[in-house]
């Protein structure tokens, strides 16, 4: 069993920046390849970004792209969201998730992950 605990959340003007981190509790974290996800309200979960097992390959949202990053940091358990530049369409929960694979790709698809965090609320304000 993997527990995800996400942390860094908060509320933040339009332009500013957070870091949101992902801590894992598994000992084989580096055969983790991890994504984040977010949820607004009435909306459905969607893609933020996603890395894979080495760090290696990074995949991104277009509505991130080049604001966000995505790294990770395999001898502390831990993922890193980097947001800049943030907007008020970034408000949502955001939720780290796990899936044990070893590829070159990083996971996109949220049915592909089998542990995800308790999310933590991002609030931009306009």
């Known amino acids: 069993q993997v527990q995800l605990v996400e942390s860094g959340g908060g509320l933040v003007q339009a332009g500013g920046s957070l870091r949101l981190s992902c801590a894992a509790s598994?000992?084989?974290?580096?055969?983790?390849?991890m994504g984040w996800f977010r949820q607004a309200p009435g909306k459905e979960r969607e893609f933020v970004a996603a890395?894979?097992?080495?760090?290696?390959?990074?995949d991104y949202a277009d509505s991130v792209k080049g604001r966000f990053t995505l790294s990770r940091d395999n001898a502390k358990n831990t993922v890193y969201l980097q947001m800049n530049s943030l907007k008020p369409e970034d408000t949502a929960v955001y939720y780290c998730?796990?899936?044990?694979?070893?590829?070159?790709?990083?996971?996109?698809?949220?049915?592909?992950?089998?542990?995800w965090g308790q999310g933590t609320q991002v609030t931009v304000s306009s």
């Open positions: 998730a796990a899936v044990f694979l070893q590829t070159l790709r990083p996971v996109k698809f949220p049915g592909a992950y089998d542990y």
């Open positions: 598994v000992r084989t974290f580096s055969t983790y390849a």
């Open positions: 890395i894979n097992w080495s760090g290696g390959n990074t």
